[in-house]
């Protein structure tokens, strides 16, 4: 790199064209390119975990260059959880209430889907990794996601999305994918393609509360004719 006044004399014109371009850099230093991938995950009255499985997310993007966004759902948390999101600049914070009352009447609980349907559909990524707010992402777990996934969309696959491998913390030491007619596998953690989800109408939020509604979302993935991948480098703790 040689500094500027090592240069020869410039005429008048190239000088304006050297300024020009200098102040077009200036414009373009705070953009920054949509995210390719977007992690989103809900969360209530958590903020322990909440922290720690954030930093292992921080930790992901920045120690393998992915270029992401946060998105967490938070409903209605009262142990401060909401207060130390909005301090966080590089999280972007839905909060909806589904606890409590409301005029003296109870707030509407919204099912698990309505909640996670509330990040999937803001968010900007190419594809979208869907966690826990309890759980650590072992170094890697989110690359070697995206590159199995880029992988076998090259080679014209119609990906919908791969699942991690995880585990319950104390529980069985195994890692686990749970998968239904030996052909399906489902994500309780991984990561989806955004436009798959949109095509499949996203999580079911009538039918389910809580449980299954990710293992309907998987089925439905695989009646339109998308493959989930087993990403067997990617862990969860």
Known sequence: HRDLHSFPTRRSSDLTRFNICRRRQKLNLGKKMTPYVSVVLGSYNRKKFLRLTIDSIRRELEEFRINGEIIVIDGGSDDGSAEWLLNQKDIISIFQHNHGLWNGLPVEKRSWGGFMNLGFKCARGKLICMVSDDCLLVPGALKNGIDIIEKYTADGCKIGGAAFYWRD??????????????????INQGIFSTSALAEAGYVDESRYQFYYADSDLCLRLNELGYSILLSDKSFIE
């Open 169 to 186: 913390v104390p529980g069985p030491a195994k890692y686990w994918v749970g998968s239904l007619f030996e052909k399906t596998y489902l």
